[in-house]
């Protein structure tokens, strides 16, 4: 099979810019303008590669790397071998990123599945949406009546974006997403099949059967975030549903009506966020955790993965378990719960000896 490069390189970047951008100094000697041709692991990396050395998991390959030079953190710069030039920072991990950035920038977002530019033949657009100069919309994708897309914004191949809907400047969304009753900022990136309001799950359940309870908010969502594939983000019921700025949610997480995310949170796969929760900034939740609605989880707060909240959590607490409870009580417990195991293993034996 031939070789596909599916993100062209657009540039290399000398050791001095790297160095420039880790903001450290080159080792003694260096030829600052010696050529990085690209950016591998650190097993793989060949004389002309950059790599980046955090972890510990890895001592092992930092020390046979092949690779031209490392981006390290201080605690393994003495493991760099003499061949490679060590690019010291406690940055490591993201200093590479930005370096990828600069020399694959079509990674960092989905792009046109058609190679386009402005609006597709077999694209549907409504003649009273206002679309801005530079928008592109991909073949089969639908643009709702009075929706407003701002200039630079990407909408995919059999995309829909609904009536009223409004959009800002340099969105990127992939194929196949829905948004519905949604006002969205700039730098916005949805993944493919991201839904976006839709319903909430409201109903008034009662023994004559369940009731639909009308959903009439909105969903809101501020500059910079991004949202993995298959997420789904409910409107609000009689509020608004609300994301702030930078947060960064992952694949397959479910956001009910009326919850408030607040900025810079991180949010990985398959977490579920029940109705009328708010998350203040900077909160971290593990993979698969539960929250249970109506709840405050506070700011800067971590929630360990496959967590349940069914409470609030202070801010800057660091919570696990289910139910969720803060980390030195629930560490105590797992230890306790061993030793009782251990226990009842051993009087089993005394038993089984005599």
């Keep these: 099979m031939t070789e596909s490069n599916f993100f062209p ?12 951008m880790a903001q450290t100094t080159l080792p003694d000697g260096t030829d600052g303008e010696f050529l990085l041709k690209s950016v591998a692991p650190l097993e793989s990396a060949g004389p002309n590669d950059l790599a980046y050395m955090d972890n510990p998991a890895y001592v092992s390959a930092l020390g046979t790397t092949h690779a031209a030079a490392c981006l390290v953190t201080p605690r393994f710069a003495s493991k760099v071998p003499a061949h490679t030039v060590a690019l010291v920072t406690p940055l ?46 991909d073949p089969g994708a639908v643009i709702g009546p009075h929706a407003e897309i701002g200039a630079g914004t990407i909408i995919g191949a059999h995309s829909v974006i609904g ?29 493919p099949g991201v839904r976006i309001g839709q319903d909430g799950f ?23 975030v991004e949202i993995g594939a298959n997420t789904t983000v409910d409107r609000g019921a009689s509020r608004d549903t609300v994301i702030g700025e930078g947060t960064k949610i992952d694949n397959l997480v479910q956001i009910g009506h009326n919850v408030v995310i607040g900025r810079h949170c991180v949010i990985v796969a398959q977490v579920g966020i029940a109705g009328s929760t708010t998350l203040e900034d900077y909160v971290a939740l593990g993979g698969q955790v539960a929250v249970r609605g109506h709840v ?21 607490a660091r919570w696990g378990g289910a139910p969720a409870r803060p980390m030195r009580e629930w560490f105590r417990e797992i230890t306790a719960l061993k030793k009782l195991a251990s ?6 034996d005394d038993g089984a000896s005599s």
């Design 9 to 20: 390189q657009s540039q290399t970047l000398s050791l001095r810019q790297v160095a420039e």
């Design 163 to 191: 009536p009223h809907v409004k959009i800002g400047r340099d969105c990127s969304f992939a194929p196949q997403v829905t948004v519905s009753n949604a006002f969205i900022g700039n730098r916005v990136i949805l993944h």
């Design 202 to 224: 409201g109903f008034a359940m009662g023994p004559q059967g369940h009731l639909k309870v009308p959903q009439i908010g909105r969903v809101i969502i501020q500059d910079d």
């Design 343 to 348: 226990k009842g293993d051993s009087d089993k």
């Design 92 to 137: 490591a991990y993201r200093v590479f990123a930005q370096v990828m950035a600069r020399m694959f920038p079509t990674s960092m977002r989905p792009e046109s599945s058609f190679a386009a530019a402005g609006i597709s033949p077999g694209s549907f657009v409504h003649p009273t949406a206002r679309l801005e100069h530079g928008v592109t919309v």
């Design 296 to 316: 405050r989880i506070g700011m800067g707060a971590q929630i360990a993965a496959t967590s349940g909240v069914n409470s609030d959590v202070p801010a800057g």
